[in-house]
């Protein structure tokens, strides 16, 4: 049996704490009642290409209470996702929200998945596979932070002109 890789991605966003939660909670619910897609960057394998690779997957991410840092009450969100081929595997991990700033919230997924295929697919991991698996990881971050920016940005003009959101 592949033994399971474990991978790390972090990302700031320009989006305050106190909403950072309920925003993630919000894109979460989208992903899971519209189906989504995960991609990866092509410059992140090869820097000279352009482009991404697609694939949809099935996100499920639940709330959960978090107890990674004793003493601090928080909650987190187990995040699964699923494309349903062999040549993309699982994912299962967790991803954290932390204040990182007055106006800013770090977003770090950490998370585990079986590389496909026995021993060739761990040898495909150890040289390009994990890459793949964190380009993978900070393209679905990357929209997560786009879009709590772009909520934020839109409570923020419908405060400058006195309308509610």
Do not use: N
């Not at 909670?25 to 697609?54: C, I, N």
């Not at 977003?107 to 761990?122: D, M, V």
């Amino acid at each position: 049996m592949t033994a399971v890789s474990r991978v790390l991605v972090q990302r700031s966003t320009r989006c305050p704490f106190s909403v950072a939660h309920e925003y993630a909670a919000a894109f979460f619910a989208r992903a899971a009642a519209g189906g989504a897609e995960v991609g990866v960057p092509l410059k992140s394998l090869v820097p000279t290409l352009g482009g991404r690779l697609h694939e949809p997957v099935r996100i499920v991410a639940m709330q959960r209470p978090d107890d990674a840092e004793p003493g601090r009450a928080h909650d987190a969100f187990e995040v699964c996702w699923t494309a349903g081929t062999r040549f993309f595997p699982d994912f299962r991990g967790t991803l954290r929200l932390r204040i990182a700033s007055v106006d800013e919230t770090l977003l770090t997924l950490e998370g585990e998945y079986r590389p496909p295929f026995g021993a060739l697919g761990a040898v495909f991991d150890a040289l390009i596979g994990r890459r793949i698996a964190r380009a993978t990881m900070g393209d679905l971050l990357d929209r997560l932070a786009v879009e709590m920016e772009t909520r934020q940005a839109s409570l923020r003009g419908s405060a400058a002109s006195g309308t509610t959101a």
